[in-house]
């Protein structure tokens, strides 16, 4: 779905302020009121925003005033009709009043024309025109530059600091048109109106000089953001932990100067978010919306900050707020541009951004951006010639923004190569911006390049030691330098040795078993060795593989880089799972992406990876699958991979793996093993699904979609979730709890037998036989069900021990030693299992296991030993959660086109 159809959605101030508690805005179609002509006549009515409340001496002066300031734009227009003769002192104040709200409503022109006025105004002394009035003349400026035209904004600041050279918000707006024309030279200048001699304003600042500007709380935002620009451009933050703060420390004193004046917190909101510090820009972005829901950049940070958290749904708020009061608003053309991209919808993506080209040709961010567009179609050579058209409209031939943009779809294709050749432009020509450097090193970590990781987020930490994402980086980097390595003939295996010392003893074994299975089956064998990272912590493993502190998954691909968190309890982690599993599916993304040049279908590496896991279908996956065939609620093929990507269901993502499960397995089974490989064959010569799957199967995607429907119909058929089936279950199995209450196992086994039959794929039947068949000693009955309950469990190795457990009674030690090393998959920091496992191993004259077992176990004692100790000197009281600031409201990061394995 595209956002050719608008949205109706609450007051954003209200979406963030929820967004930031940890809830996603409600979002949901009006088609009423987005109807013409309703959509007409609703541009023409007052903002749907609560009513302001005014001191009873206010006259329509101060509401016009007032109303401006909290964003009610279309309110003060017509407040401002009411002032009939206003005295010579409010002309300016009127004019300003009126050319913002004008301008923020889309009538640019209007604006324009109110700005340029020739009427005489008080200014000082004397009389200046109105248009010459040094507030007006800013506005005007500003009205250009944020329109997209900016070299007539520069143009008007010019004559503005001709006649005003002393003046505070001239030379930051120049700076900042200077930097979006590409003139980086020209905006250093500016800013360094408030670092150099004469003026000297930030060392007077630091100083604490008592000069009147510095009680202006509009003039101290102007220095904060001209200073801090200044320093970024001239790098003036290398290894300068000071400055950071005493910037920051300047918003803040704005608002202590005066608590109404809501940009300062745009100005803190924007500095941290360029820190990458996503949950306070959040919040001071929410605290600014709150006083004004409609400022248009804030929408637009909010809406660029919504996209870095892999958050959609808010983007798209912002978007549709911004298009409420502005239906032409460019800011909001380029911001869904950047939403499609983000979704990976390219095609859909240009729609909006030529949109913006078509009235501003020589816009730079709209080529970058169209140029990214390309690139994430892999179409390098349309994106190198827009990059080519950017280089010519760059006043300073340095443009960065579009090499940037270009890189970061290319990184998310993970074309790696190509990808780090733009980054390293963006850094050539913007040396300074850390979000180059920590792209290029992010980069760098996800394509396994250790030593060009570590040196490139060094240099970004000494350019801003205060970038939260850079310092992420680098700690996590300087501990896994600490980690422990065991490479083996295709793996390097990497992880902590102090918190899992056991991991290395059955890891690297492992994954040489399922090398050859896995390369095999698809006839790739990675060009390098797989780097299988596992971290102590669910933060660290975040950190590493998104750069962001939370990601809802424990395990993640990126290519030649396979990435886990500990499997084990405790120490903020995500608990136990089956790790030997999650191995195997992330390394079916690994050789798939291989295969195809990373240009596999997100679906499709999704569904092999949990077709080559080897296991029957989940349980909590039955009922939503039955009902999603029987309610015609399946991802068509054009939209699957938004089940992943940009989920809006909370059954989206399952729903999304389980019918890609089903469409490889319908493929592999209709059409054999063959057809899989020729359609990872096309995929990589860059093909699309439309010519790829009638290449394949000799059938248009609608005939062969249609037949797919068909057989999931026949997969459903006799799950026993039909009406009849369902009343039958559910009256038997009221029967057999009551049976097994009283005590009448045989009747209770008699029973839950028949209600296997009648619903196969239930995992209650199995439980109650295989509790039940335990219960009278028949143990041999048992265990069909404890394995079937094992086969589809993720997270709990108790049906794995019960099974060794029996298997030992009955002296089958080769299936002892089986399902006890099945048990260790799960949790290997199970002392039982590893005993089991120890016996076995003596019985069977496996000396090698005896020997593993023996090293192993008095580890494994110390390691529970240490861990008793830890938590008994731990406080009483219940630990904090976890602090997942900056998560968003689903998976942030989502593991690129490579895929994630959920646990659980």
């Known amino acids: ?66 109303q401006v300031n909290a964003g009610r734009y279309k309110t003060a227009l017509l407040t401002l009709r009411k002032i009939k003769e206003p005295k010579p002192d409010q002309l300016v104040t009127i004019a300003l009043c009126k050319g913002r709200a004008l301008f ?76 979006r024309l590409g003139d980086t030279d020209g905006a250093k200048a500016h800013y360094a109106f408030f670092t150099d001699a004469p003026r000297e304003i930030w060392g007077k600042w630091l100083a604490k000089a008592k000069l009147p500007e510095f009680d202006d709380a509009e003039k101290v935002t102007w220095m904060g953001r001209g200073v801090d620009r200044w320093a ?56 600014a919306l709150k006083a004004n829901p409609q400022d248009v950049r804030t929408l637009r940070l909010v809406g660029q900050l919504s996209l870095a958290q892999f958050d959609f749904a808010r983007c798209e708020a912002a978007i549709a707020a911004l298009r409420k009061f502005d239906p032409g608003s460019i800011t909001a053309d380029l911001l869904e541009g950047r939403n499609l991209l983000h979704q990976r919808v390219p095609l859909d993506a240009e729609s909006p951004i030529q949109r913006v080209l078509s009235l501003q040709p020589r816009n730079l961010e709209a080529l970058g951006l169209l140029a990214a567009t390309y690139a994430l179609q892999l179409r390098e050579d349309k994106a190198d010639q827009i990059l ?33 050749a733009k980054y390293k432009v963006a850094i050539e020509r913007a040396p300074w911006w850390t979000a180059a450097w920590n792209g290029l090193g992010l980069l760098y970590t996800q394509s396994g390049d250790e030593v060009e990781a570590h040196a490139t987020i060094n240099a970004a930490r000494e350019l801003d030691p205060f970038n939260l994402e850079t310092t992420n980086y680098q700690r996590l980097l300087s501990d896994m330098a600490g980690y422990k390595r065991i490479e083996t ?106 295969a195809t040049d990373n240009r596999i279908q997100h679906w499709m590496t999704e569904g092999l990876a949990v077709l080559e896991e080897r296991t029957p279908i989940r349980w909590q996956w039955v009922p939503m699958l039955y009902g999603a065939v029987t309610k015609k609620e399946l991802f068509t093929l054009d939209n699957l991979t938004w089940g992943f990507v940009r989920p809006k269901k909370p059954t989206d993502r399952s729903l999304a793996y389980a019918e890609s499960w089903w469409l490889c397995r319908y493929v592999q089974e209709t059409y054999g093993h063959e057809a899989i490989l ?73 029973l839950w037998e028949k209600i296997l039959f009648v ?24 265990v069909p069900h404890l394995e079937a309950l094992h086969l589809v469990e993720e997270s709990d190795n108790r049906y794995a021990k019960q099974i060794a457990v029996v298997a030992k009674r009955a002296g089958d030690w080769k299936t002892v030693a089986k399902y006890a090393r099945q048990a260790v998959y799960v949790d290997p920091y199970d002392l039982r299992p590893h005993e089991l496992l120890k016996e076995a191993c003596e019985q069977t004259a496996d000396k090698a296991g005896v020997e593993r077992e023996d090293r192993v176990i008095p580890v494994l004692k110390a390691w529970m030993a240490d861990q008793e100790r830890q938590k008994n000197q731990r406080p009483t009281e219940d630990p904090k959660p976890a602090d997942k600031s900056g998560q968003g409201d689903k998976n942030e990061g989502e593991s690129g086109d490579a895929g994630e394995r959920k646990a659980g």
Not at 30 to 59: C, G, H, I, S
Not at 679 to 701: I, N, Q, S, Y
Not at 771 to 777: E, N, S
Request: aromatic content about 10%; charged content about 25%.
């Open 104 to 179: 923020v409503t889309g009538r640019t022109e209007d604006a324009v024309r109110t700005l340029q006025e020739t009427t005489k105004v008080p200014y000082e002394a004397g009389e200046v025109a109105l248009a010459t009035h040094p507030r007006v003349q800013l506005l005007r400026a500003e009205v250009l530059a944020e329109t997209g035209r900016a070299a007539d904004a520069l143009a008007a600041l010019h004559e503005h600091l001709a006649a005003y050279p002393d003046s505070w918000g001239g030379h930051y707006w120049a700076g900042e048109v200077c930097e």
């Open 1 to 66: 779905m595209t956002l050719a159809l608008a949205r109706r959605v609450r007051p954003l101030a209200a979406a963030v302020a929820l967004a930031v508690a940890g809830a996603a805005p409600a979002l949901g179609h009006d088609f009423v009121r987005d109807a013409a002509p309703v959509r007409w006549v609703d541009q023409a009515m007052t903002e749907d925003l609560p009513p302001l409340k005014f001191p009873a001496y206010f006259n329509d002066f101060d509401k016009a005033k007032a």
């Open 489 to 594: 003939p295709h793996f390097v295996l990497i992880y902590d040795a102090a918190q899992d010392p056991i991991l290395g003893e059955y890891l690297p074994e492992y994954l040489e078993s399922i090398h050859a299975a896995v390369s095999g089956e698809y006839k790739t064998e990675p060009p390098v060795k797989t780097f299988i990272e596992v971290f102590p912590t669910h933060a660290a493993f975040s950190v590493r593989t998104t750069g962001s502190p939370w990601i809802g998954t424990v395990g993640a691909s990126t290519g030649r880089v396979i990435t886990l968190v500990s499997p084990r309890k405790g120490g903020n982690t995500m608990g136990t799972f089956n790790w030997a599993q999650v191995l195997r599916h992330e390394y079916t993304h690994t050789v798939t992406l291989a």
């Open 678 to 750: 020729k359609m990872l064959a096309l995929f990589k010569d860059a093909g699309r699904m439309e010519d790829v799957f009638p290449a394949v199967t000799g059938k248009p995607m609608p005939e062969f979609y249609k037949d797919f429907l068909a057989w999931c119909d026949g997969q459903v058929a006799g799950w026993g979730y039909d009406e009849a089936s369902t009343k039958k279950y559910e009256q038997m199995r009221d029967q057999a709890e009551a049976a097994a209450k009283v005590g009448d196992s045989r009747k209770a086994i008699t």
């Open 388 to 420: 080519k058209q950017v280089d010519e409209v760059d006043v300073g031939h340095d443009n960065a923004g579009a090499y940037l943009e270009v890189a970061e779809q290319l990184g998310a294709m993970r074309q790696y190569p190509r990808a780090a």
């Open 759 to 782: 619903r196969p794929v239930d995992a209650l039947p199995h439980t109650r036989l295989a509790g039940l068949y335990i219960v009278t000693k028949q143990y041999d009955k048992a």
């Open 232 to 287: 970024t451009l001239n790098q003036k933050y290398r290894n300068n932990t000071a400055l950071p703060r005493q910037i920051l420390n300047a918003f803040v004193r704005a608002q202590e100067i005066d608590v109404a004046f809501w940009p300062a917190r745009v100005a803190a909101g924007e500095y941290f978010m360029e820190r990458d510090d996503k949950r306070q820009a959040m919040g001071e972005f929410a605290a």
